[in-house]
């Protein structure tokens, strides 16, 4: 009786930059086993993993089996990149192919259309990378373990800096480690004001870009004596300034919601989380919703569903009724050359709405995310992390999460989690009242003559 060898098939999900094939690599050799690789994206040729028959000119076996050819071994790690950017189209559907090769159950008996003979994948270690899951078909997910690889917090990419990039990028550019130096603040100032992603790989770029200046520096002979080569080539914040020029990113919460109608919500991309500012309006009209910002369907109807709260609950809100009538609003959510879609963006619409219609600025270091329904739950969501880290990156002091997702909150990292405060929400009421900024004594003294003339109003009706 034939022994299978059962080996789980891992995917690992994540921003770019997170070091998923590193990952891979590093798990070949603690194995002690080769490794190999094979890019899917834009792949659309069911052909390529199956080879094609040897009636046809130009056969050739598929790309698993020219891949194990090439490595020389029948058990290496065998790592498929990007497999959430498949195609199909008449030549076939790639995503379906794979089902053979990755279901622990059939792979002992792989047949190549070239080769026409049943070989055993069983031994091989698959390892699969995606951005999302979202493009993935569900047959094919179903046969992979999934395991999430979020992006890093500012005190992690400084020890990847220090310890792993730096070094790299040293002997890349041909400097010796007593020709350079970053200090820390060096870093951290390249980290917050150069790049803004869940993962490095921009950070190693601009970290490239000073040791290419620095290389130049020495090689055309303006560094000092070697005695004093050391305190001359340390990259501290005034160094980065002045090799990478003016910084990229900027803390803008703070600017964008000094006036009252925008609020800071959070987000999450292929590339990791983001925030997204959502901006209301209102106008003399013919009570329309504009929405902008290329929105998806998911988006317009939470934008729809805000709108309707707002208007069913006024009073209970605060807001005078009146200023609904005769009224268009719009909605937008910069940059608008960005597509956007998802279900977490509801509580932000109403928070900008009501922070429009009262006249309170929402906090400048709050962040929100939430999905709403028309009685002012709050819904749980997904990405927690992924936003809260976002959040952090862009300088967010306060995130408020529904109260369902409370548990997620054991993902993020403990270092942002002391720099950071999270407010739990179950309504919509919770979190206006931890976003919006106080009603100032104007604000409040003008409300109360609106109630009082409301009121003399409605006695002096009564009496008619």
């Known amino acids: 009786m034939r022994r299978v060898l059962i080996y789980s098939i891992l995917l690992f999900?994540?921003?770019?930059?997170?070091?998923?094939?590193?990952?891979?690599?590093?798990?070949?050799?603690?194995?002690?086993?080769?490794?190999?690789?094979?890019?899917?994206?834009?792949?659309r040729d069911e052909a390529e993993i199956r080879g094609h028959r040897r009636t046809y000119i130009g056969a050739m076996p598929g790309r698993i089996i020219q891949a194990l050819k090439r490595v020389g071994t029948k058990n290496p790690v065998f790592m498929l990149d990007e497999v959430d950017k498949i195609g199909s189209d008449w030549r076939g559907d790639p995503s379906s192919a794979l089902l053979e090769v990755l279901d622990p159950q059939q792979n002992y008996a792989f047949r190549d259309h070239y080769l026409d003979v049943d070989f055993d994948l069983s031994e091989i270690m698959f390892i699969a990378t995606a951005n999302t899951l979202d493009t993935i078909p569900a047959p094919l997910r179903d046969r992979m373990e999934l395991i999430q690889l979020d992006g890093y917090t500012e005190y992690e990419k400084i020890e990847i800096a220090k310890g792993y990039l730096v070094p790299r990028q040293i002997k890349a550019n041909g400097l010796r480690p007593d020709e350079i130096q970053f200090t820390e603040d060096g870093l951290r100032q390249i980290i917050r004001d150069y790049t803004r992603e869940a993962g490095v790989r921009n950070l190693e770029r601009e970290i490239s870009r000073v040791a290419r200046k620095i290389a130049t520096k020495v090689a055309g002979g303006e560094m000092a004596s070697q005695d004093d080569q050391e305190e001359r080539a340390a990259i501290g914040p005034a160094e980065v300034r002045e090799f990478l020029g003016k910084p990229k990113y900027h803390f803008e919460a703070a600017l964008r919601t000094e006036r009252a109608g925008v609020a800071t919500g959070l987000a999450v991309t292929p590339v990791g989380g983001?925030?997204?500012?959502?901006?209301?309006?209102?106008?003399?009209?013919?009570?329309?919703?504009?929405?902008?910002?290329?929105?998806?369907?998911?988006?317009?109807?939470?934008?729809?569903?805000?709108?309707?709260?707002?208007?069913?609950?006024?009073?209970?809100?605060?807001?005078?009724?009146?200023?609904?009538?005769?009224?268009?609003?719009?909605?937008?959510?910069?940059?608008?050359?960005?597509?956007?879609?998802?279900?977490?963006?509801?509580?932000?619409?109403?928070?900008?709405?009501?922070?429009?219609?009262?006249?309170?600025?929402?906090?400048?270091?709050?962040?929100?995310t939430?999905?709403?329904?028309?009685?002012?739950?709050?819904?749980?969501?997904?990405?927690?992390?992924?936003?809260?880290?976002?959040?952090?990156?862009?300088?967010?002091?306060?995130?408020?999460?529904?109260?369902?997702?409370?548990?997620?909150?054991?993902?993020?990292?403990?270092?942002?989690?002391?720099?950071?405060?999270?407010?739990?929400?179950?309504?919509?009421?919770?979190?206006?009242?931890?976003?919006?900024?106080?009603?100032?004594?104007?604000?409040?003294?003008?409300?109360?003559?609106?109630?009082?003339?409301?009121?003399?109003?409605?006695?002096?009706?009564?009496?008619?």
């Open 13 to 43: 999900v994540g921003p770019p930059g997170v070091g998923k094939t590193s990952l891979g690599r590093s798990i070949a050799r603690s194995l002690g086993r080769e490794f190999t690789r094979m890019s899917l994206g834009g792949m």
């Open 274 to 368: 983001d925030v997204l500012f959502i901006e209301a309006a209102c106008m003399p009209g013919k009570d329309r919703l504009t929405l902008t910002g290329q929105l998806g369907d998911v988006m317009k109807e939470s934008a729809q569903i805000a709108l309707s709260y707002v208007r069913a609950h006024s009073d209970q809100l605060g807001l005078d009724s009146r200023k609904f009538n005769d009224a268009d609003i719009h909605l937008h959510v910069p940059a608008g050359a960005v597509p956007k879609d998802g279900p977490s963006a509801g509580v932000t619409m109403v928070t900008a709405l009501v922070s429009l219609f009262t006249g309170r600025p929402v906090e400048a270091e709050v962040g929100m």
């Open 370 to 464: 939430g999905e709403i329904s028309l009685q002012g739950q709050v819904l749980p969501i997904g990405g927690v992390k992924q936003k809260i880290l976002a959040a952090h990156r862009a300088g967010l002091k306060r995130v408020i999460v529904p109260k369902r997702n409370e548990a997620d909150l054991d993902d993020v990292p403990e270092d942002v989690r002391n720099e950071m405060s999270f407010h739990l929400a179950e309504t919509i009421d919770q979190v206006l009242e931890h976003s919006l900024c106080p009603a100032s004594p104007v604000d409040q003294a003008e409300d109360a003559v609106s109630e009082a003339v409301d009121a003399l109003t409605s006695v002096e009706v009564a009496l008619n």
